[in-house]
T-cell receptor, first 113, second 116 residues
Framework: NAGVTQTPKFRILKIGQSMTLQCTQD?????MYWYRQDPGMGLKLIYY???????DKGEVPNGYNVSRSTTEDFPLRLELAAPSQTSVYFCASSLRDYTYEQYFGPGTRLTVT | AQSVTQPDIHITVSEGASLELRCNYSYGATPYLFWYVQSPGQGLQLLLKYFSGDTLVQGIKGFEAEFKRSQSSFNLRKPSVHWSDAAEYFCAVGARTGGGADGLTFGKGTHLIIQP
């Protein structure tokens, strides 16, 4: 039982490039989330999903896209990377909604230069 | 919209001393409150949570927290800290966010330093 896994661990992008951050969970959780963590700040919700085929915007969705074709996977797509997207990205999952414990992956540190 | 304030950015405590980390929240209804810990280079791990009932909740690693509705607070405590407790601690409230999204609203975190 690996929990929530994220790849890659680190990535450096040039401005304007695109990439996909991968997230997989093996706990059969319905809910999955993407957060970003900027230095000295708490985590902010980017997108979330309540089940396969259903996604919705969080607090800071601009510049990102997501899809949820299976229960296990919830990739985050960055189109036209900008320096403002330099951050640490965390994927999380929970059995149900915000009243349930969220399980976090180890994070992806992204630098856009 | 809900918000969480952690007034202390850094706290330094001697090993073996007691610890209290402060958290204040703003939310119109009964909150779902959480404390998470983040060790360097790691994801977040749940320490404890409060939904309802007994206002003093016990968590993992010897931590506890007390919910005080009148003060809108959910402070985290530990009677005797260990060097391995050095980490970043986040308080969070679970709710539907301003945009209608489900998720956690986090405070900015408190960085705990343990002195030998």
């Amino acid at each position: 039982n690996a929990g929530v896994t994220q790849t890659p661990k680190f990535r450096i992008l040039k401005i304007g490039q695109s990439m996909t951050l991968q997230c997989t969970q093996d706990m059969n959780h319905n809910y999955m989330y993407w957060y970003r963590q900027d230095p000295g700040m708490g985590l902010k919700l980017i997108y979330y999903s309540v089940g396969a085929g259903i996604t919705d915007k969080g607090e800071v969705p601009n510049g990102y896209n997501v899809s949820r074709s299976t229960t296990e996977d919830f990739p985050l797509r960055l189109e036209l990377a900008a320096p403002s997207q330099t951050s640490v990205y965390f994927c999380a999952s929970s059995l149900r909604d915000y009243t349930y414990e969220q399980y976090f992956g180890p994070g992806t540190r992204l630098t856009v230069t | 919209a809900q918000s969480v304030t952690q007034p202390d950015i850094h706290i330094t405590v001697s090993e073996g001393a007691s610890l209290e980390l402060r958290c204040n929240y703003s939310y119109g209804a009964t909150p779902y409150l959480f404390w998470y810990v983040q060790s360097p280079g790691q994801g977040l791990q749940l320490l404890l949570k409060y939904f309802s009932g007994d206002t003093l909740v016990q968590g993992i690693k010897g931590f506890e927290a007390e919910f005080k509705r009148s003060q809108s607070s959910f402070n985290l405590r530990k009677p005797s800290v260990h060097w391995s407790d050095a980490a970043e601690y986040f308080c969070a409230v679970g709710a539907r966010t301003g945009g209608g999204a489900d998720g956690l609203t986090f405070g900015k975190g408190t960085h705990l330093i343990i002195q030998p």
